[in-house]
T-cell receptor, first 113, second 113 residues
Framework: SQQGEEDPQALSIQEGENATMNCSYK?????LQWYRQNSGRGLVHLIL?????REKHSGRLRVTLDTSKKSSSLLITASRAADTASYFC?????????????FGKGTKLSVIP | KAGVTQTPRYLIKTRGQQVTLSCSPI?????VSWYQQTPGQGLQFLFE???????NKGNFPGRFSGRQFSNSRSEMNVSTLELGDSALYLC????????????FGPGTRLTVT
């Protein structure tokens, strides 16, 4: 079963705009990670936020984590056409090993040039 | 460092056959995880190996098995293939100890006819 659920399922924006994706999960976690996948290919790790952190930045990415609401958001600023991809949040529930990731169904982002 | 490699990239099999997929992790990584990705179920964790031992296992039938060799390379095997096994099989490697980020290979696209 899916631990995480991303919202929205699909998002279409113009190049230069910001894109915000949300993720909700069900159980207590150790860490939450975001990954990107270009059409039918392997996943690329974007950022990891630990359960005791509230916000993290990496380049044009900003991730927030609210463990009380069991939710996270990924913000991509000044989007580019190359950001077009599916984005997944992944959690490692405390009851499982930290290398056993549970993925949401993903948000499909389209950035229009 | 070279990335995670998976072979073969594409595979077509018939129902009832068996298949073996191979994964070579990033040099120095001792943890290898396998995931199945389908349009209906999304990304699902199969199992994780660390230093030749299965450390975590997902909720898949016994037809799915794996192993890891002393050089950290891993194989997964699916016996008695079913149509529903058609999927993208992704392998990911990680240090297995001090970092939870996973590095994914390009995947093996398995089609069962």
């Amino acid at each position: 079963s899916q631990q995480g659920e991303e919202d929205p399922q699909a998002l279409s924006i113009q190049e230069g705009e910001n894109a915000t994706m949300n993720c909700s999960y069900k159980t207590s976690i150790n860490n939450l990670q975001w990954y990107r996948q270009n059409s039918g290919r392997g996943l690329v790790h974007l950022i990891l936020i630990r359960s005791n952190e509230r916000e993290k930045h990496s380049g044009r990415l900003r991730v927030t984590l609210d463990t009380s609401k069991k939710s996270s958001s990924l913000l991509i600023t000044a989007s580019r056409a190359a950001d077009t991809a599916s984005y997944f949040c992944a959690t490692d529930p405390r009851w499982a090993g930290s290398y056993q990731l549970t993925f949401g169904k993903g948000t499909k982002l389209s950035v229009i040039p | 460092k070279a990335g995670v490699t998976q072979t073969p990239r594409y595979l077509i099999k018939t129902r009832g056959q068996q298949v073996t997929l191979s994964c070579s992790p990033i040099s120095g990584h001792r943890s290898v995880s396998w995931y199945q990705q389908t349009p209906g179920q999304g990304l699902q964790f199969l199992f994780e190996y660390f230093s030749e031992t299965q450390r975590n296992k997902g909720n898949f039938p016994g037809r799915f098995s794996g192993r890891q060799f002393s050089n950290s390379r891993s194989e997964m095997n699916v016996s008695t293939l079913e149509l529903g096994d058609s999927a993208l099989y992704l392998c990911a490697s990680s240090s297995g100890t001090d970092s939870y980020e996973q590095y994914f290979g390009p995947g093996t696209r398995l089609t069962v006819t």
